[in-house]
């Protein structure tokens, strides 16, 4: 089958490698009907994820459909459609149990697939603890509507739980790329007062202003004027850091009022700075860490019920075979593009498309 290959720093392939199969009687076996590139997949080819293993198959992000089951998976069988989580969790250890499954001590908890276990931007994929790995998703929500609630949906909307918004808030999210525009749709459930964007792309402050009108539209270099001049108390109430630049951590605390919770989501290249003597006295909450992907029922719900929508972010499509043409479009943000879903080859193309390539 082809896979997208992580080879060596600065370096994917996609290769012809074996389907994967069942290695534990808690693992699925799940074709992957649809997937897509998250930023996260980048950091690993630019060697920002340390953690992340030469030869693994890359990709995190998918649905697909269920093929084999172990004998130990209970919640999910053959023909099932599913959202897969982007973490890998047993459901039992401490942190599980206290909903950190981020943190899950399973040898392969946390986020594995795509990073230290094969992931999905393949045509198969195997996923260890599947009944908590897989959701099945509703009838009447298409693959497309789905794509996204395993990784950056889950992120969103855990980032909009920990944050604590209350009606009377002011919330400020820095970024609208793909997961700063899931947060988005996660912060507005919420019903805060008030929502602001910053945002540094011209074409992604448009699209801002163009699906949601009610939500404020600044860029960074104003961004502390106008948060001012549109909160109540000398800043924002609820400060969502999904930009990851930077400068952005900087201005996510400088944008906060005293007493605030600033909630870190994005994932950085570098070290960041806490400078505490310029912050003392604004006795700031922060919230930092991996998504805890654990409310996806929850998720496909909303989706279901019409209250959630990703599927203007999918701008671009591609089949597997002609993934390096869409690594370079999302990396480079082309075209303005937003997400790009990697759909599975016909067997025609397969025939006479596919092939292995680096990039």
């Not at 897989?134 to 909009?160: E, H």
């Not at 964007?197 to 949601?212: A, I, L």
């Not at 630049?245 to 007493?259: I, Q, V």
């Not at 400078?275 to 919230?287: A, C, I, S």
Request: charged share 25%.
């Amino acid at each position: 089958m082809l896979a997208c290959t992580y080879v060596e720093k600065g370096r994917f392939e996609l290769l012809d490698k074996p389907m994967p199969r069942l290695l534990d009687p808690r693992d699925a076996l799940v074709r992957v009907t649809l997937g897509s590139i998250c930023t996260s997949d980048l950091h690993i080819k630019h060697g920002s994820v340390p953690r992340a293993v030469p030869g693994i198959t890359v990709g995190h992000e998918m649905v697909g459909v269920v093929e084999a089951v172990g004998a130990g998976v209970t919640t999910v069988r053959p023909g099932d459609r599913v959202a897969v989580n982007v973490e890998t969790f047993c459901g039992e250890c401490f942190f599980c149990r206290h909903g950190y499954v981020n943190n899950c001590t399973d040898p392969d908890g946390g986020w594995a697939l795509g990073c230290r276990i094969d992931g999905g931007q393949a045509e198969y994929v195997r996923v260890p603890h599947a009944d908590q790995g897989l959701t099945p998703i509703p009838a009447s929500v298409s693959d497309s509507q789905a794509l996204f609630v395993g990784d950056i949906l889950a992120t969103g909307f855990w980032a909009a739980r920990i944050s604590e918004i209350t009606p009377e808030d002011t919330v400020l999210i820095l970024g609208a790329g793909p997961t700063g525009l899931c947060t988005l749709l996660c912060v507005r459930l919420r019903q805060p007062r008030r929502v602001i964007v910053c945002e540094r792309d011209p074409e992604r402050q448009q699209f801002v202003r163009d699906h949601y009108p009610e939500v404020l539209v600044t860029g960074p270099a104003e961004c502390r004027d106008f948060v001012l001049r549109h909160s109540d108390h000398g800043g924002a109430d609820r400060v969502l850091e999904v930009a990851g630049g930077e400068d952005t951590f900087r201005l996510a605390w400088e944008c906060a009022r005293p007493n605030a919770i600033v909630t870190v989501v994005a994932l950085y290249d570098r070290p960041q700075v806490l400078p505490l003597p310029e912050m003392y006295g604004k006795n700031l909450t922060f919230k930092t860490g991996g998504v805890d992907g654990c409310d996806c029922a929850e998720i496909l719900r909303l989706i279901e019920a019409g209250k959630l929508d990703t599927t203007p972010f999918i701008t671009h499509r591609y089949p597997l075979s002609r993934i390096d043409e869409a690594y370079y479009l999302f990396e480079h943000h082309d075209d303005g593009v937003i997400k790009v879903a990697i759909e599975p080859d016909s067997d025609e193309d397969s025939r006479s498309g596919g092939r292995e390539c680096s990039f």
